[in-house]
């Protein structure tokens, strides 16, 4: 890309506080963007070639929005933690395994996007973010759901196409969950617990696609308690 387009791109960006340059076959994060750190809020970099998010991500103290969807990452530095006003996360279609611990520093975070990447365990740590609406770990290599996803303040978890076989109990202590997603991957019936369907606030449980007939869920304990959820909240999901 031209040093004249990279210019003009960063002239409307300093007024509007949004930069986006997608499909370029940018190798790199644009080192040119430092200049804006005070006045950007969006960045947007999907469908490009960066393998690396550099340490001064963490000077962008006024984003509220960062996309790297379909990129080389396989990682992400500990700076991204400095990012306090971060409300969308979305980097759909990496090669991410984990994520550093200073991202549960992200506190008014809202929107975490990390589909399509090589999850094989669901990630630690994000029982901090009181904010989170939707946290997306489709696609992944993820086998089972932790206890410790009981900590999490999420909305919605989306989970489709992983290879979870374990559903631990606990899923049901998440306060704010209303909207659980598993389709397609390796339950069994007998390996859903009881306490989702009766004891917890989860309104949408979405299981097609596993060892089972959905069908089936009905010959559960609790599936009255969540049916009755479901038709309360159903206005909500169409």
Do not use: W
Not at 16 to 35: A, C, D, I
Not at 54 to 76: D, E
């Amino acid at each position: 890309m031209g040093n004249s387009a990279l210019k003009s791109h960063l002239e409307t960006s300093q007024k509007t506080g949004v930069f986006q340059l997608m499909e370029k076959g940018l190798p790199e994060f644009p080192e040119e963007l430092q200049r804006l750190t005070g006045n950007l809020r969006t960045v947007d970099l999907s469908a490009n070639k960066i393998e690396v998010l550099p340490a001064n991500i963490g000077n962008f103290l006024q984003l509220k929005s960062l996309t790297l969807n379909s990129n080389r990452l396989a990682g992400l530095p500990s700076e991204i933690g400095k990012l306090k006003k971060l409300e969308t996360l979305s980097l759909n279609g990496n090669r991410i395994q984990q994520l550093p611990p200073s991202l549960g520093q992200l506190r008014a975070l809202r929107t975490l996007n990390l589909s399509g990447n090589q999850f094989s365990e669901f990630p630690p740590g994000l029982g901090t973010l009181r904010h989170l609406d939707l946290l997306d770990l489709s696609r992944n290599k993820i086998r089972n759901v932790p206890s410790a996803l009981s900590e999490l303040q999420t909305i919605e978890i989306n989970l489709n196409q992983n290879q979870i076989s374990v559903l631990s109990p606990d899923v049901a202590l998440c306060p704010r969950l209303k909207v659980l997603r598993l389709e397609e991957n390796c339950l069994e019936l007998s390996s859903i617990p009881q306490s989702i369907l009766g004891d917890s606030q989860v309104s949408l449980f979405s299981v097609e696609g596993n060892l089972f007939e959905v069908k089936d869920l009905r010959d559960l304990e609790g599936y009255d308690k969540y049916m009755e959820r479901f038709t309360a909240n159903k206005k909500k999901f169409t």
